[in-house]
């Protein structure tokens, strides 16, 4: 059951991966777009070469329009993507110094209630993130410069956030199992390992 979640987690943690790239690129690609035409509109381009100024203008360069809602789109997908693999490996960000020197019995138990409390936080999560995407879907809200349906970008982040509550799920019954039965379910993630 663990190499099956390891693939799932691995792969929208992949597609995630995807999806940010392809938004830093069109980033940069708007900016440079954006830097270009001020340069083409400046004046000391318009006064010594106007006619080249003019043709490239022509072309349309510039800064992508809405990039920064495409970028708004995908965000929210990127991250729910991300989650799953960080709680699949233990790998979110924590702060030790006072659990350091508790016995490891009580650290298992408070690494559990976390696991659980977590998963409890990303099933209504999603539960609100579909609610909303009801909502944007009935009202047929578009975004201002694209005016894509607001829904789609809720509807591919709802999926990753699906897939974060499946895999969240996962981990804290795999946890709870742990400190149950003293089996591990779970390979334990060392810094030297990852």
């Known amino acids: 059951m663990y190499q099956f979640i390891d693939r799932f987690a691995r792969a929208f943690a992949i597609l995630g991966g995807i999806v940010l790239s392809l938004l830093i690129v069109q980033t940069c690609l708007s900016i440079v777009g954006r830097s270009i035409n001020t340069i083409l509109h400046s004046d000391a381009v318009q006064t010594s070469a106007p006619d080249l100024a003019e043709r490239l203008l022509s072309t349309g360069v510039g800064s992508i329009s809405g990039a920064f ?3 708004e789109a995908g965000m929210a997908f990127v991250i729910f993507a991300f989650l799953p693999l960080c709680q699949l490996k233990g790998a979110h960000a924590s702060v030790d110094i006072f659990t350091a020197k508790l016995p490891e019995r009580v650290n298992t138990l408070l690494g559990t209630v976390i696991d659980v409390v977590f998963a409890l936080v990303i099933v209504l999560m999603s539960y609100e993130l579909a609610q909303g995407m009801l909502s944007k879907l009935r009202t047929g809200q578009t ?4 005016e894509f349906p607001v829904w789609w970008p809720y509807a591919l982040s709802l999926v990753a956030a699906i897939a974060s509550a499946l895999v969240a799920i996962y981990v804290a019954w795999a946890r709870v199992f742990e ?6 379910v779970l390979p334990v993630e060392t810094e030297e390992a990852q």
């Open 143 to 146: 975004t201002f410069i694209l």
């Open 69 to 71: 809602e495409l970028v």
């Open 179 to 184: 400190w149950a039965t003293g089996q591990i």
